[in-house]
């Protein structure tokens, strides 16, 4: 039966043809809602106390981030069980807007100390960004008679088991970044585990540990005073804040590294727009003079990057510590 006002159309044809009208309006209305998101606050999750680099970098960046989406981005500090607490907690948010920091000790190190982990670092998480790396720095005290990494690892080799470092606890980035140079100079020094950076700090301070590695913000002011000698950093350059002081790279170890990093992470739930999203906002937050000025203070760099260039590089760490891991038998407190 064909329409009387126009001729040669069936109702068939024009139930199509409102089905088809129909879906083109229905799409835009699909894709302005996608468009929208973020539609509320974002919680950036931080899974350690509050104070240090990790809640620098995600203050610095979370309120770059929020200009850029047009929501505000929250810092929530969850610390509890090396990370573990606030990783399982993240992993399971279904909400869409709860994001967390990514870390060398939660993505490359917690799955191979913990015979368990209460989440998956690959399949549970979507990377989003890599946001800074923060050196490690090579310290011993004053009276130690080494003036560079050469020497020490000379003093080392010539009397094995005589030198001590500390750390923070075991499986803490300064125990991995010592491990990590034991294991590519063949040398061996004794571990004194501490609970924290801060009595560790006190006893090479008095002298009673001969060396360790602490992430720089901690130890600038000691440098500079010469209450503690850097002998070296684990980044792949020098850094501006200690420009005459060599890279272990550059004393002998082609390619060594060591720094801690901190990135973005998003329950794997997260649609991959909204995750793009993400990772643009933080690429320009890193990039701006107020991250950039708050980042020198603490000899963080920033990095930024693509959730694909994040997913490689947290598959590069893991396999480069868990080398580092099983060698040196690291076990958690």
């Avoid at 600038?220 to 060599?246: E, H, M, N, W, Y």
């Avoid at 920033?302 to 490689?312: E, I, L, R, W, Y």
């Amino acid at each position: 039966m064909t329409h009387p006002q126009l001729p040669g159309l069936t109702r068939r044809h024009l139930l199509q043809l409102a089905a088809a009208g129909g879906a083109s309006t229905l799409a835009p209305g699909l894709a302005s809602a996608a468009d929208v998101w973020p539609s509320k606050a974002i919680r950036f999750v931080v899974p350690f106390a509050p104070g240090g680099s990790s809640e620098i970098v995600a203050r610095t960046t979370g309120l770059e981030m929020g200009k850029v989406l047009g929501q505000s981005v929250f810092v929530d500090n969850k610390p509890g069980a090396a990370g573990n607490v606030a990783m399982q907690e993240v992993a399971r948010a279904d909400d869409q807007h709860t994001i967390i920091l990514g870390h060398i000790g939660t993505l490359a190190v917690n799955p191979y100390i913990f015979d368990k982990l209460p989440y998956d670092p690959v399949k549970d998480f979507r990377p989003i960004s890599l946001l800074a790396k923060v050196p490690s720095l090579y310290l011993v005290r004053p009276d130690l008679p080494v003036n560079n990494l050469r020497e020490l690892i000379a003093f080392a080799k010539k009397n094995p088991g005589k030198l001590n470092y500390g750390s923070a606890g075991n499986g803490s980035a300064g125990h991995l970044a010592m491990e990590y140079l034991k294991m590519a100079s063949e040398t061996f020094m004794l571990h004194v585990p501490y609970r924290g950076t801060g009595p560790q700090l006190t006893d090479l301070l008095a002298g009673r540990l001969d060396l360790a590695s602490v992430g720089a913000p901690a130890v600038l002011s000691f440098i500079r005073t010469g209450k503690l000698r850097c002998i070296a950093t684990g980044t792949p350059q020098r850094i501006p804040q200690l420009p005459d002081v060599p890279t272990v790279a550059e004393q002998g170890y082609p390619g060594f590294e060591m720094t801690q990093w901190y990135g973005i992470l998003a329950p794997a739930s997260l649609p991959q727009a909204a995750a793009d999203k993400l990772a643009a906002a933080a690429a320009t937050a890193v990039k701006q003079p107020a991250t950039s000025d708050k980042f020198s203070t603490e000899a963080a760099i920033g990095v930024g990057g693509s959730p694909a260039d994040f997913a490689k590089f947290i598959a590069q760490e893991q396999q480069r510590w868990k080398q580092v891991v099983a060698r040196a038998k690291i076990k958690p407190d």
